[in-house]
């Protein structure tokens, strides 16, 4: 065979493959035909040609099951029809389709679909709606849409908005791993049952407000925009563990009717739970905060804050909060503590009711030093001062043991130094001016000395001479009142 013969063969293979490949084309007025005549359409694999458009069809149902699988369907209106059986159009790519206001009967599968314009407003799916690694292009709407049973949009990705606004889900509903690349619209949503977000990503802002939100899991979920759930109720257990807010996180006034799980979370910006409600046990154990966390007038009956950390500069902002149950140790968020004096004596409270001596005491000793650094020079900022020097606002009895090892050193290198006591082999009977008294005493015996006038009274066989007579009257009086602290500082502290 020539070389020109093997080559005509070589094209007319290539040739017959290209066609056998090619996609099989079918106008769109055929399949119309077929529906209005109540027979059922089943393609697999083809391309529509022309608009697919449904609105003029006569009394605006579909009676028979339309199957329309790994088809390209560049036009498509379904506009308030109703499908009266399933609806299947998995692995279908459209270009601008709508089915605003459409209601189906039976299941509605979109499982793999891709749409580059896309409208499901006012929709109402009673059977489970299947849109499982769907691809929307641009926007899409699925506000007032009403779902039945069961609504899955596992690992779909929304490339523009996608608008859930006053939907409603009366049954489960999947988000798993679904990706929000624009603004995510879900306020006043009611989710009355239980709604799985994990591992999603919101790259725009999530807009959850005033929504109602029934077992709600946002675990390892991705905010990278802000995340609002401002006015949102929460029943059941509401999981964002491990989720991390890459902006500002909003739950003012949202309420947690149940246990709150914020455990491992991490919060890269403000979190702001003011005037929140938690009404069952919130957790943050584990969590990180990059920002302040306001709990500004927020009611909690029960905050587990072990483990927390909370960035350099961090403010944890508890200003006119309730909180019946606080657990977080005093050093885990010293330095963050907002200063509010209310605040900071609940937590007092909270400590004592715990049984947390330490933390009670050194939560206190905080609050005594930023309330005497607030005051003005007077005598209120002067008893404070002494206070704090001498016994640590009454929390501190190591305060007064140094100072009393302090007078009691520094009136024996007085005593010493001086040569201000002398000691005689046997008790003086007369004036120490006319009485011999030879042996002046050593640093050890000055020591001792100043130690026991400090206790009680000095040795008989010790006696001070000249202006040291009243330093010892001074070292006495001064260690009555500092043993006086001592002891009731103790007592304060052991007997609790």
Not at 243 to 271: H, K, T, W
Not at 287 to 316: P, Q, V
Not at 386 to 412: D, E, H, K
Request: glycine share 10%; net charge negative; hydrophobic share 45%.
């Amino acid at each position: 065979m020539s070389w020109q013969s093997q080559a005509l063969v070589v094209v007319l293979l290539l040739a017959a493959a290209s066609l056998g490949g090619a996609q099989q084309t079918l106008p769109a007025q055929q399949i119309l035909s077929q529906i209005a005549a109540g027979q059922p359409v089943h393609y697999d694999g083809i391309a529509i040609t022309g608009d697919l458009d449904l609105s003029t069809l006569s009394g605006q149902q579909i009676p028979a099951a339309i199957v329309l699988v790994n088809c390209t369907i560049p036009d498509a209106s379904f506009d308030g029809i109703t499908f009266e059986q399933e609806a299947l159009f998995w692995g279908s790519s459209f270009g601008n389709a709508s089915f605003n206001k459409a209601t189906f009967s039976g299941r509605a599968d979109f499982v793999n679909a891709s749409f580059h314009q896309a409208g499901f407003a006012g929709s109402v799916f009673h059977q489970p709606a299947l849109f499982d690694g769907v691809l929307f292009e641009n926007d899409v709407s699925f506000a007032d849409a009403s779902f039945g049973l069961d609504a899955f949009f596992n690992a779909a990705r929304f490339l523009g908005r996608a608008d859930f606004n006053y939907s409603d889900f009366d049954s489960y509903s999947y988000f798993r791993g679904a990706e929000f690349a624009g603004d995510a619209f879900f306020s006043d949503v009611d989710l009355s049952a239980a709604a799985d977000f994990s591992a999603a990503t919101f790259s725009g802002e999530a807009n959850f407000i005033r929504s109602r939100l029934n077992e709600p899991y946002f675990g390892e979920v991705l905010f990278a925009g802000p995340a609002q759930f401002g006015l949102a109720r929460f029943t059941g257990l509401s999981s964002f563990g491990g989720a991390v807010f890459a902006n500002e996180a909003g739950f003012g006034l949202a309420r947690f009717s149940d246990a709150a799980y914020f455990s491992g979370a991490r919060f890269q910006e403000l979190a702001l739970f003011g005037l929140c409600r938690f009404e069952g046990i919130a957790t943050f154990q584990e969590a990180r905060f990059e920002g302040d966390l306001n709990f500004k007038a927020a009611t909690i009956t029960s905050l587990l804050f072990e483990g927390a950390e909370l960035h350099e500069g961090s403010r944890l902002i508890l200003n006119d909060t309730e909180i019946n149950l606080f657990r977080a140790h005093w050093d885990e968020i010293q330095g963050h503590v907002a200063w509010q004096p209310g605040a900071y004596l609940a937590l007092v409270e909270n400590y004592r009711r715990l049984g947390w001596s330490k933390d009670e005491d050194d939560c206190y000793y905080q609050y005594r030093r930023l309330n005497q650094a607030g005051k003005g020079w007077g005598w209120s900022k002067i008893i404070d001062v002494l206070a704090w020097v001498s016994c640590g606002y009454g929390v501190r009895p190591s305060y007064a043991v140094a100072w009393s090892l302090l007078a009691i050193l520094t009136f024996g290198l007085l005593y010493w130094m001086g040569d201000g006591i002398r000691r005689s082999s046997k008790p003086l009977s007369g004036p120490v001016e006319v009485d011999s008294i030879p042996e002046r005493v050593s640093l050890r015996n000055s020591l001792f000395f100043s130690t026991m006038i400090f206790l009680s009274r000095g040795p008989i066989d010790f006696l001070p001479i000249g202006r040291y007579r009243y330093y010892v009257i001074l070292e006495g009086i001064l260690g009555w009142l500092l043993l006086a602290l001592f002891l009731v500082t103790l007592g304060r502290v052991m007997i609790r």
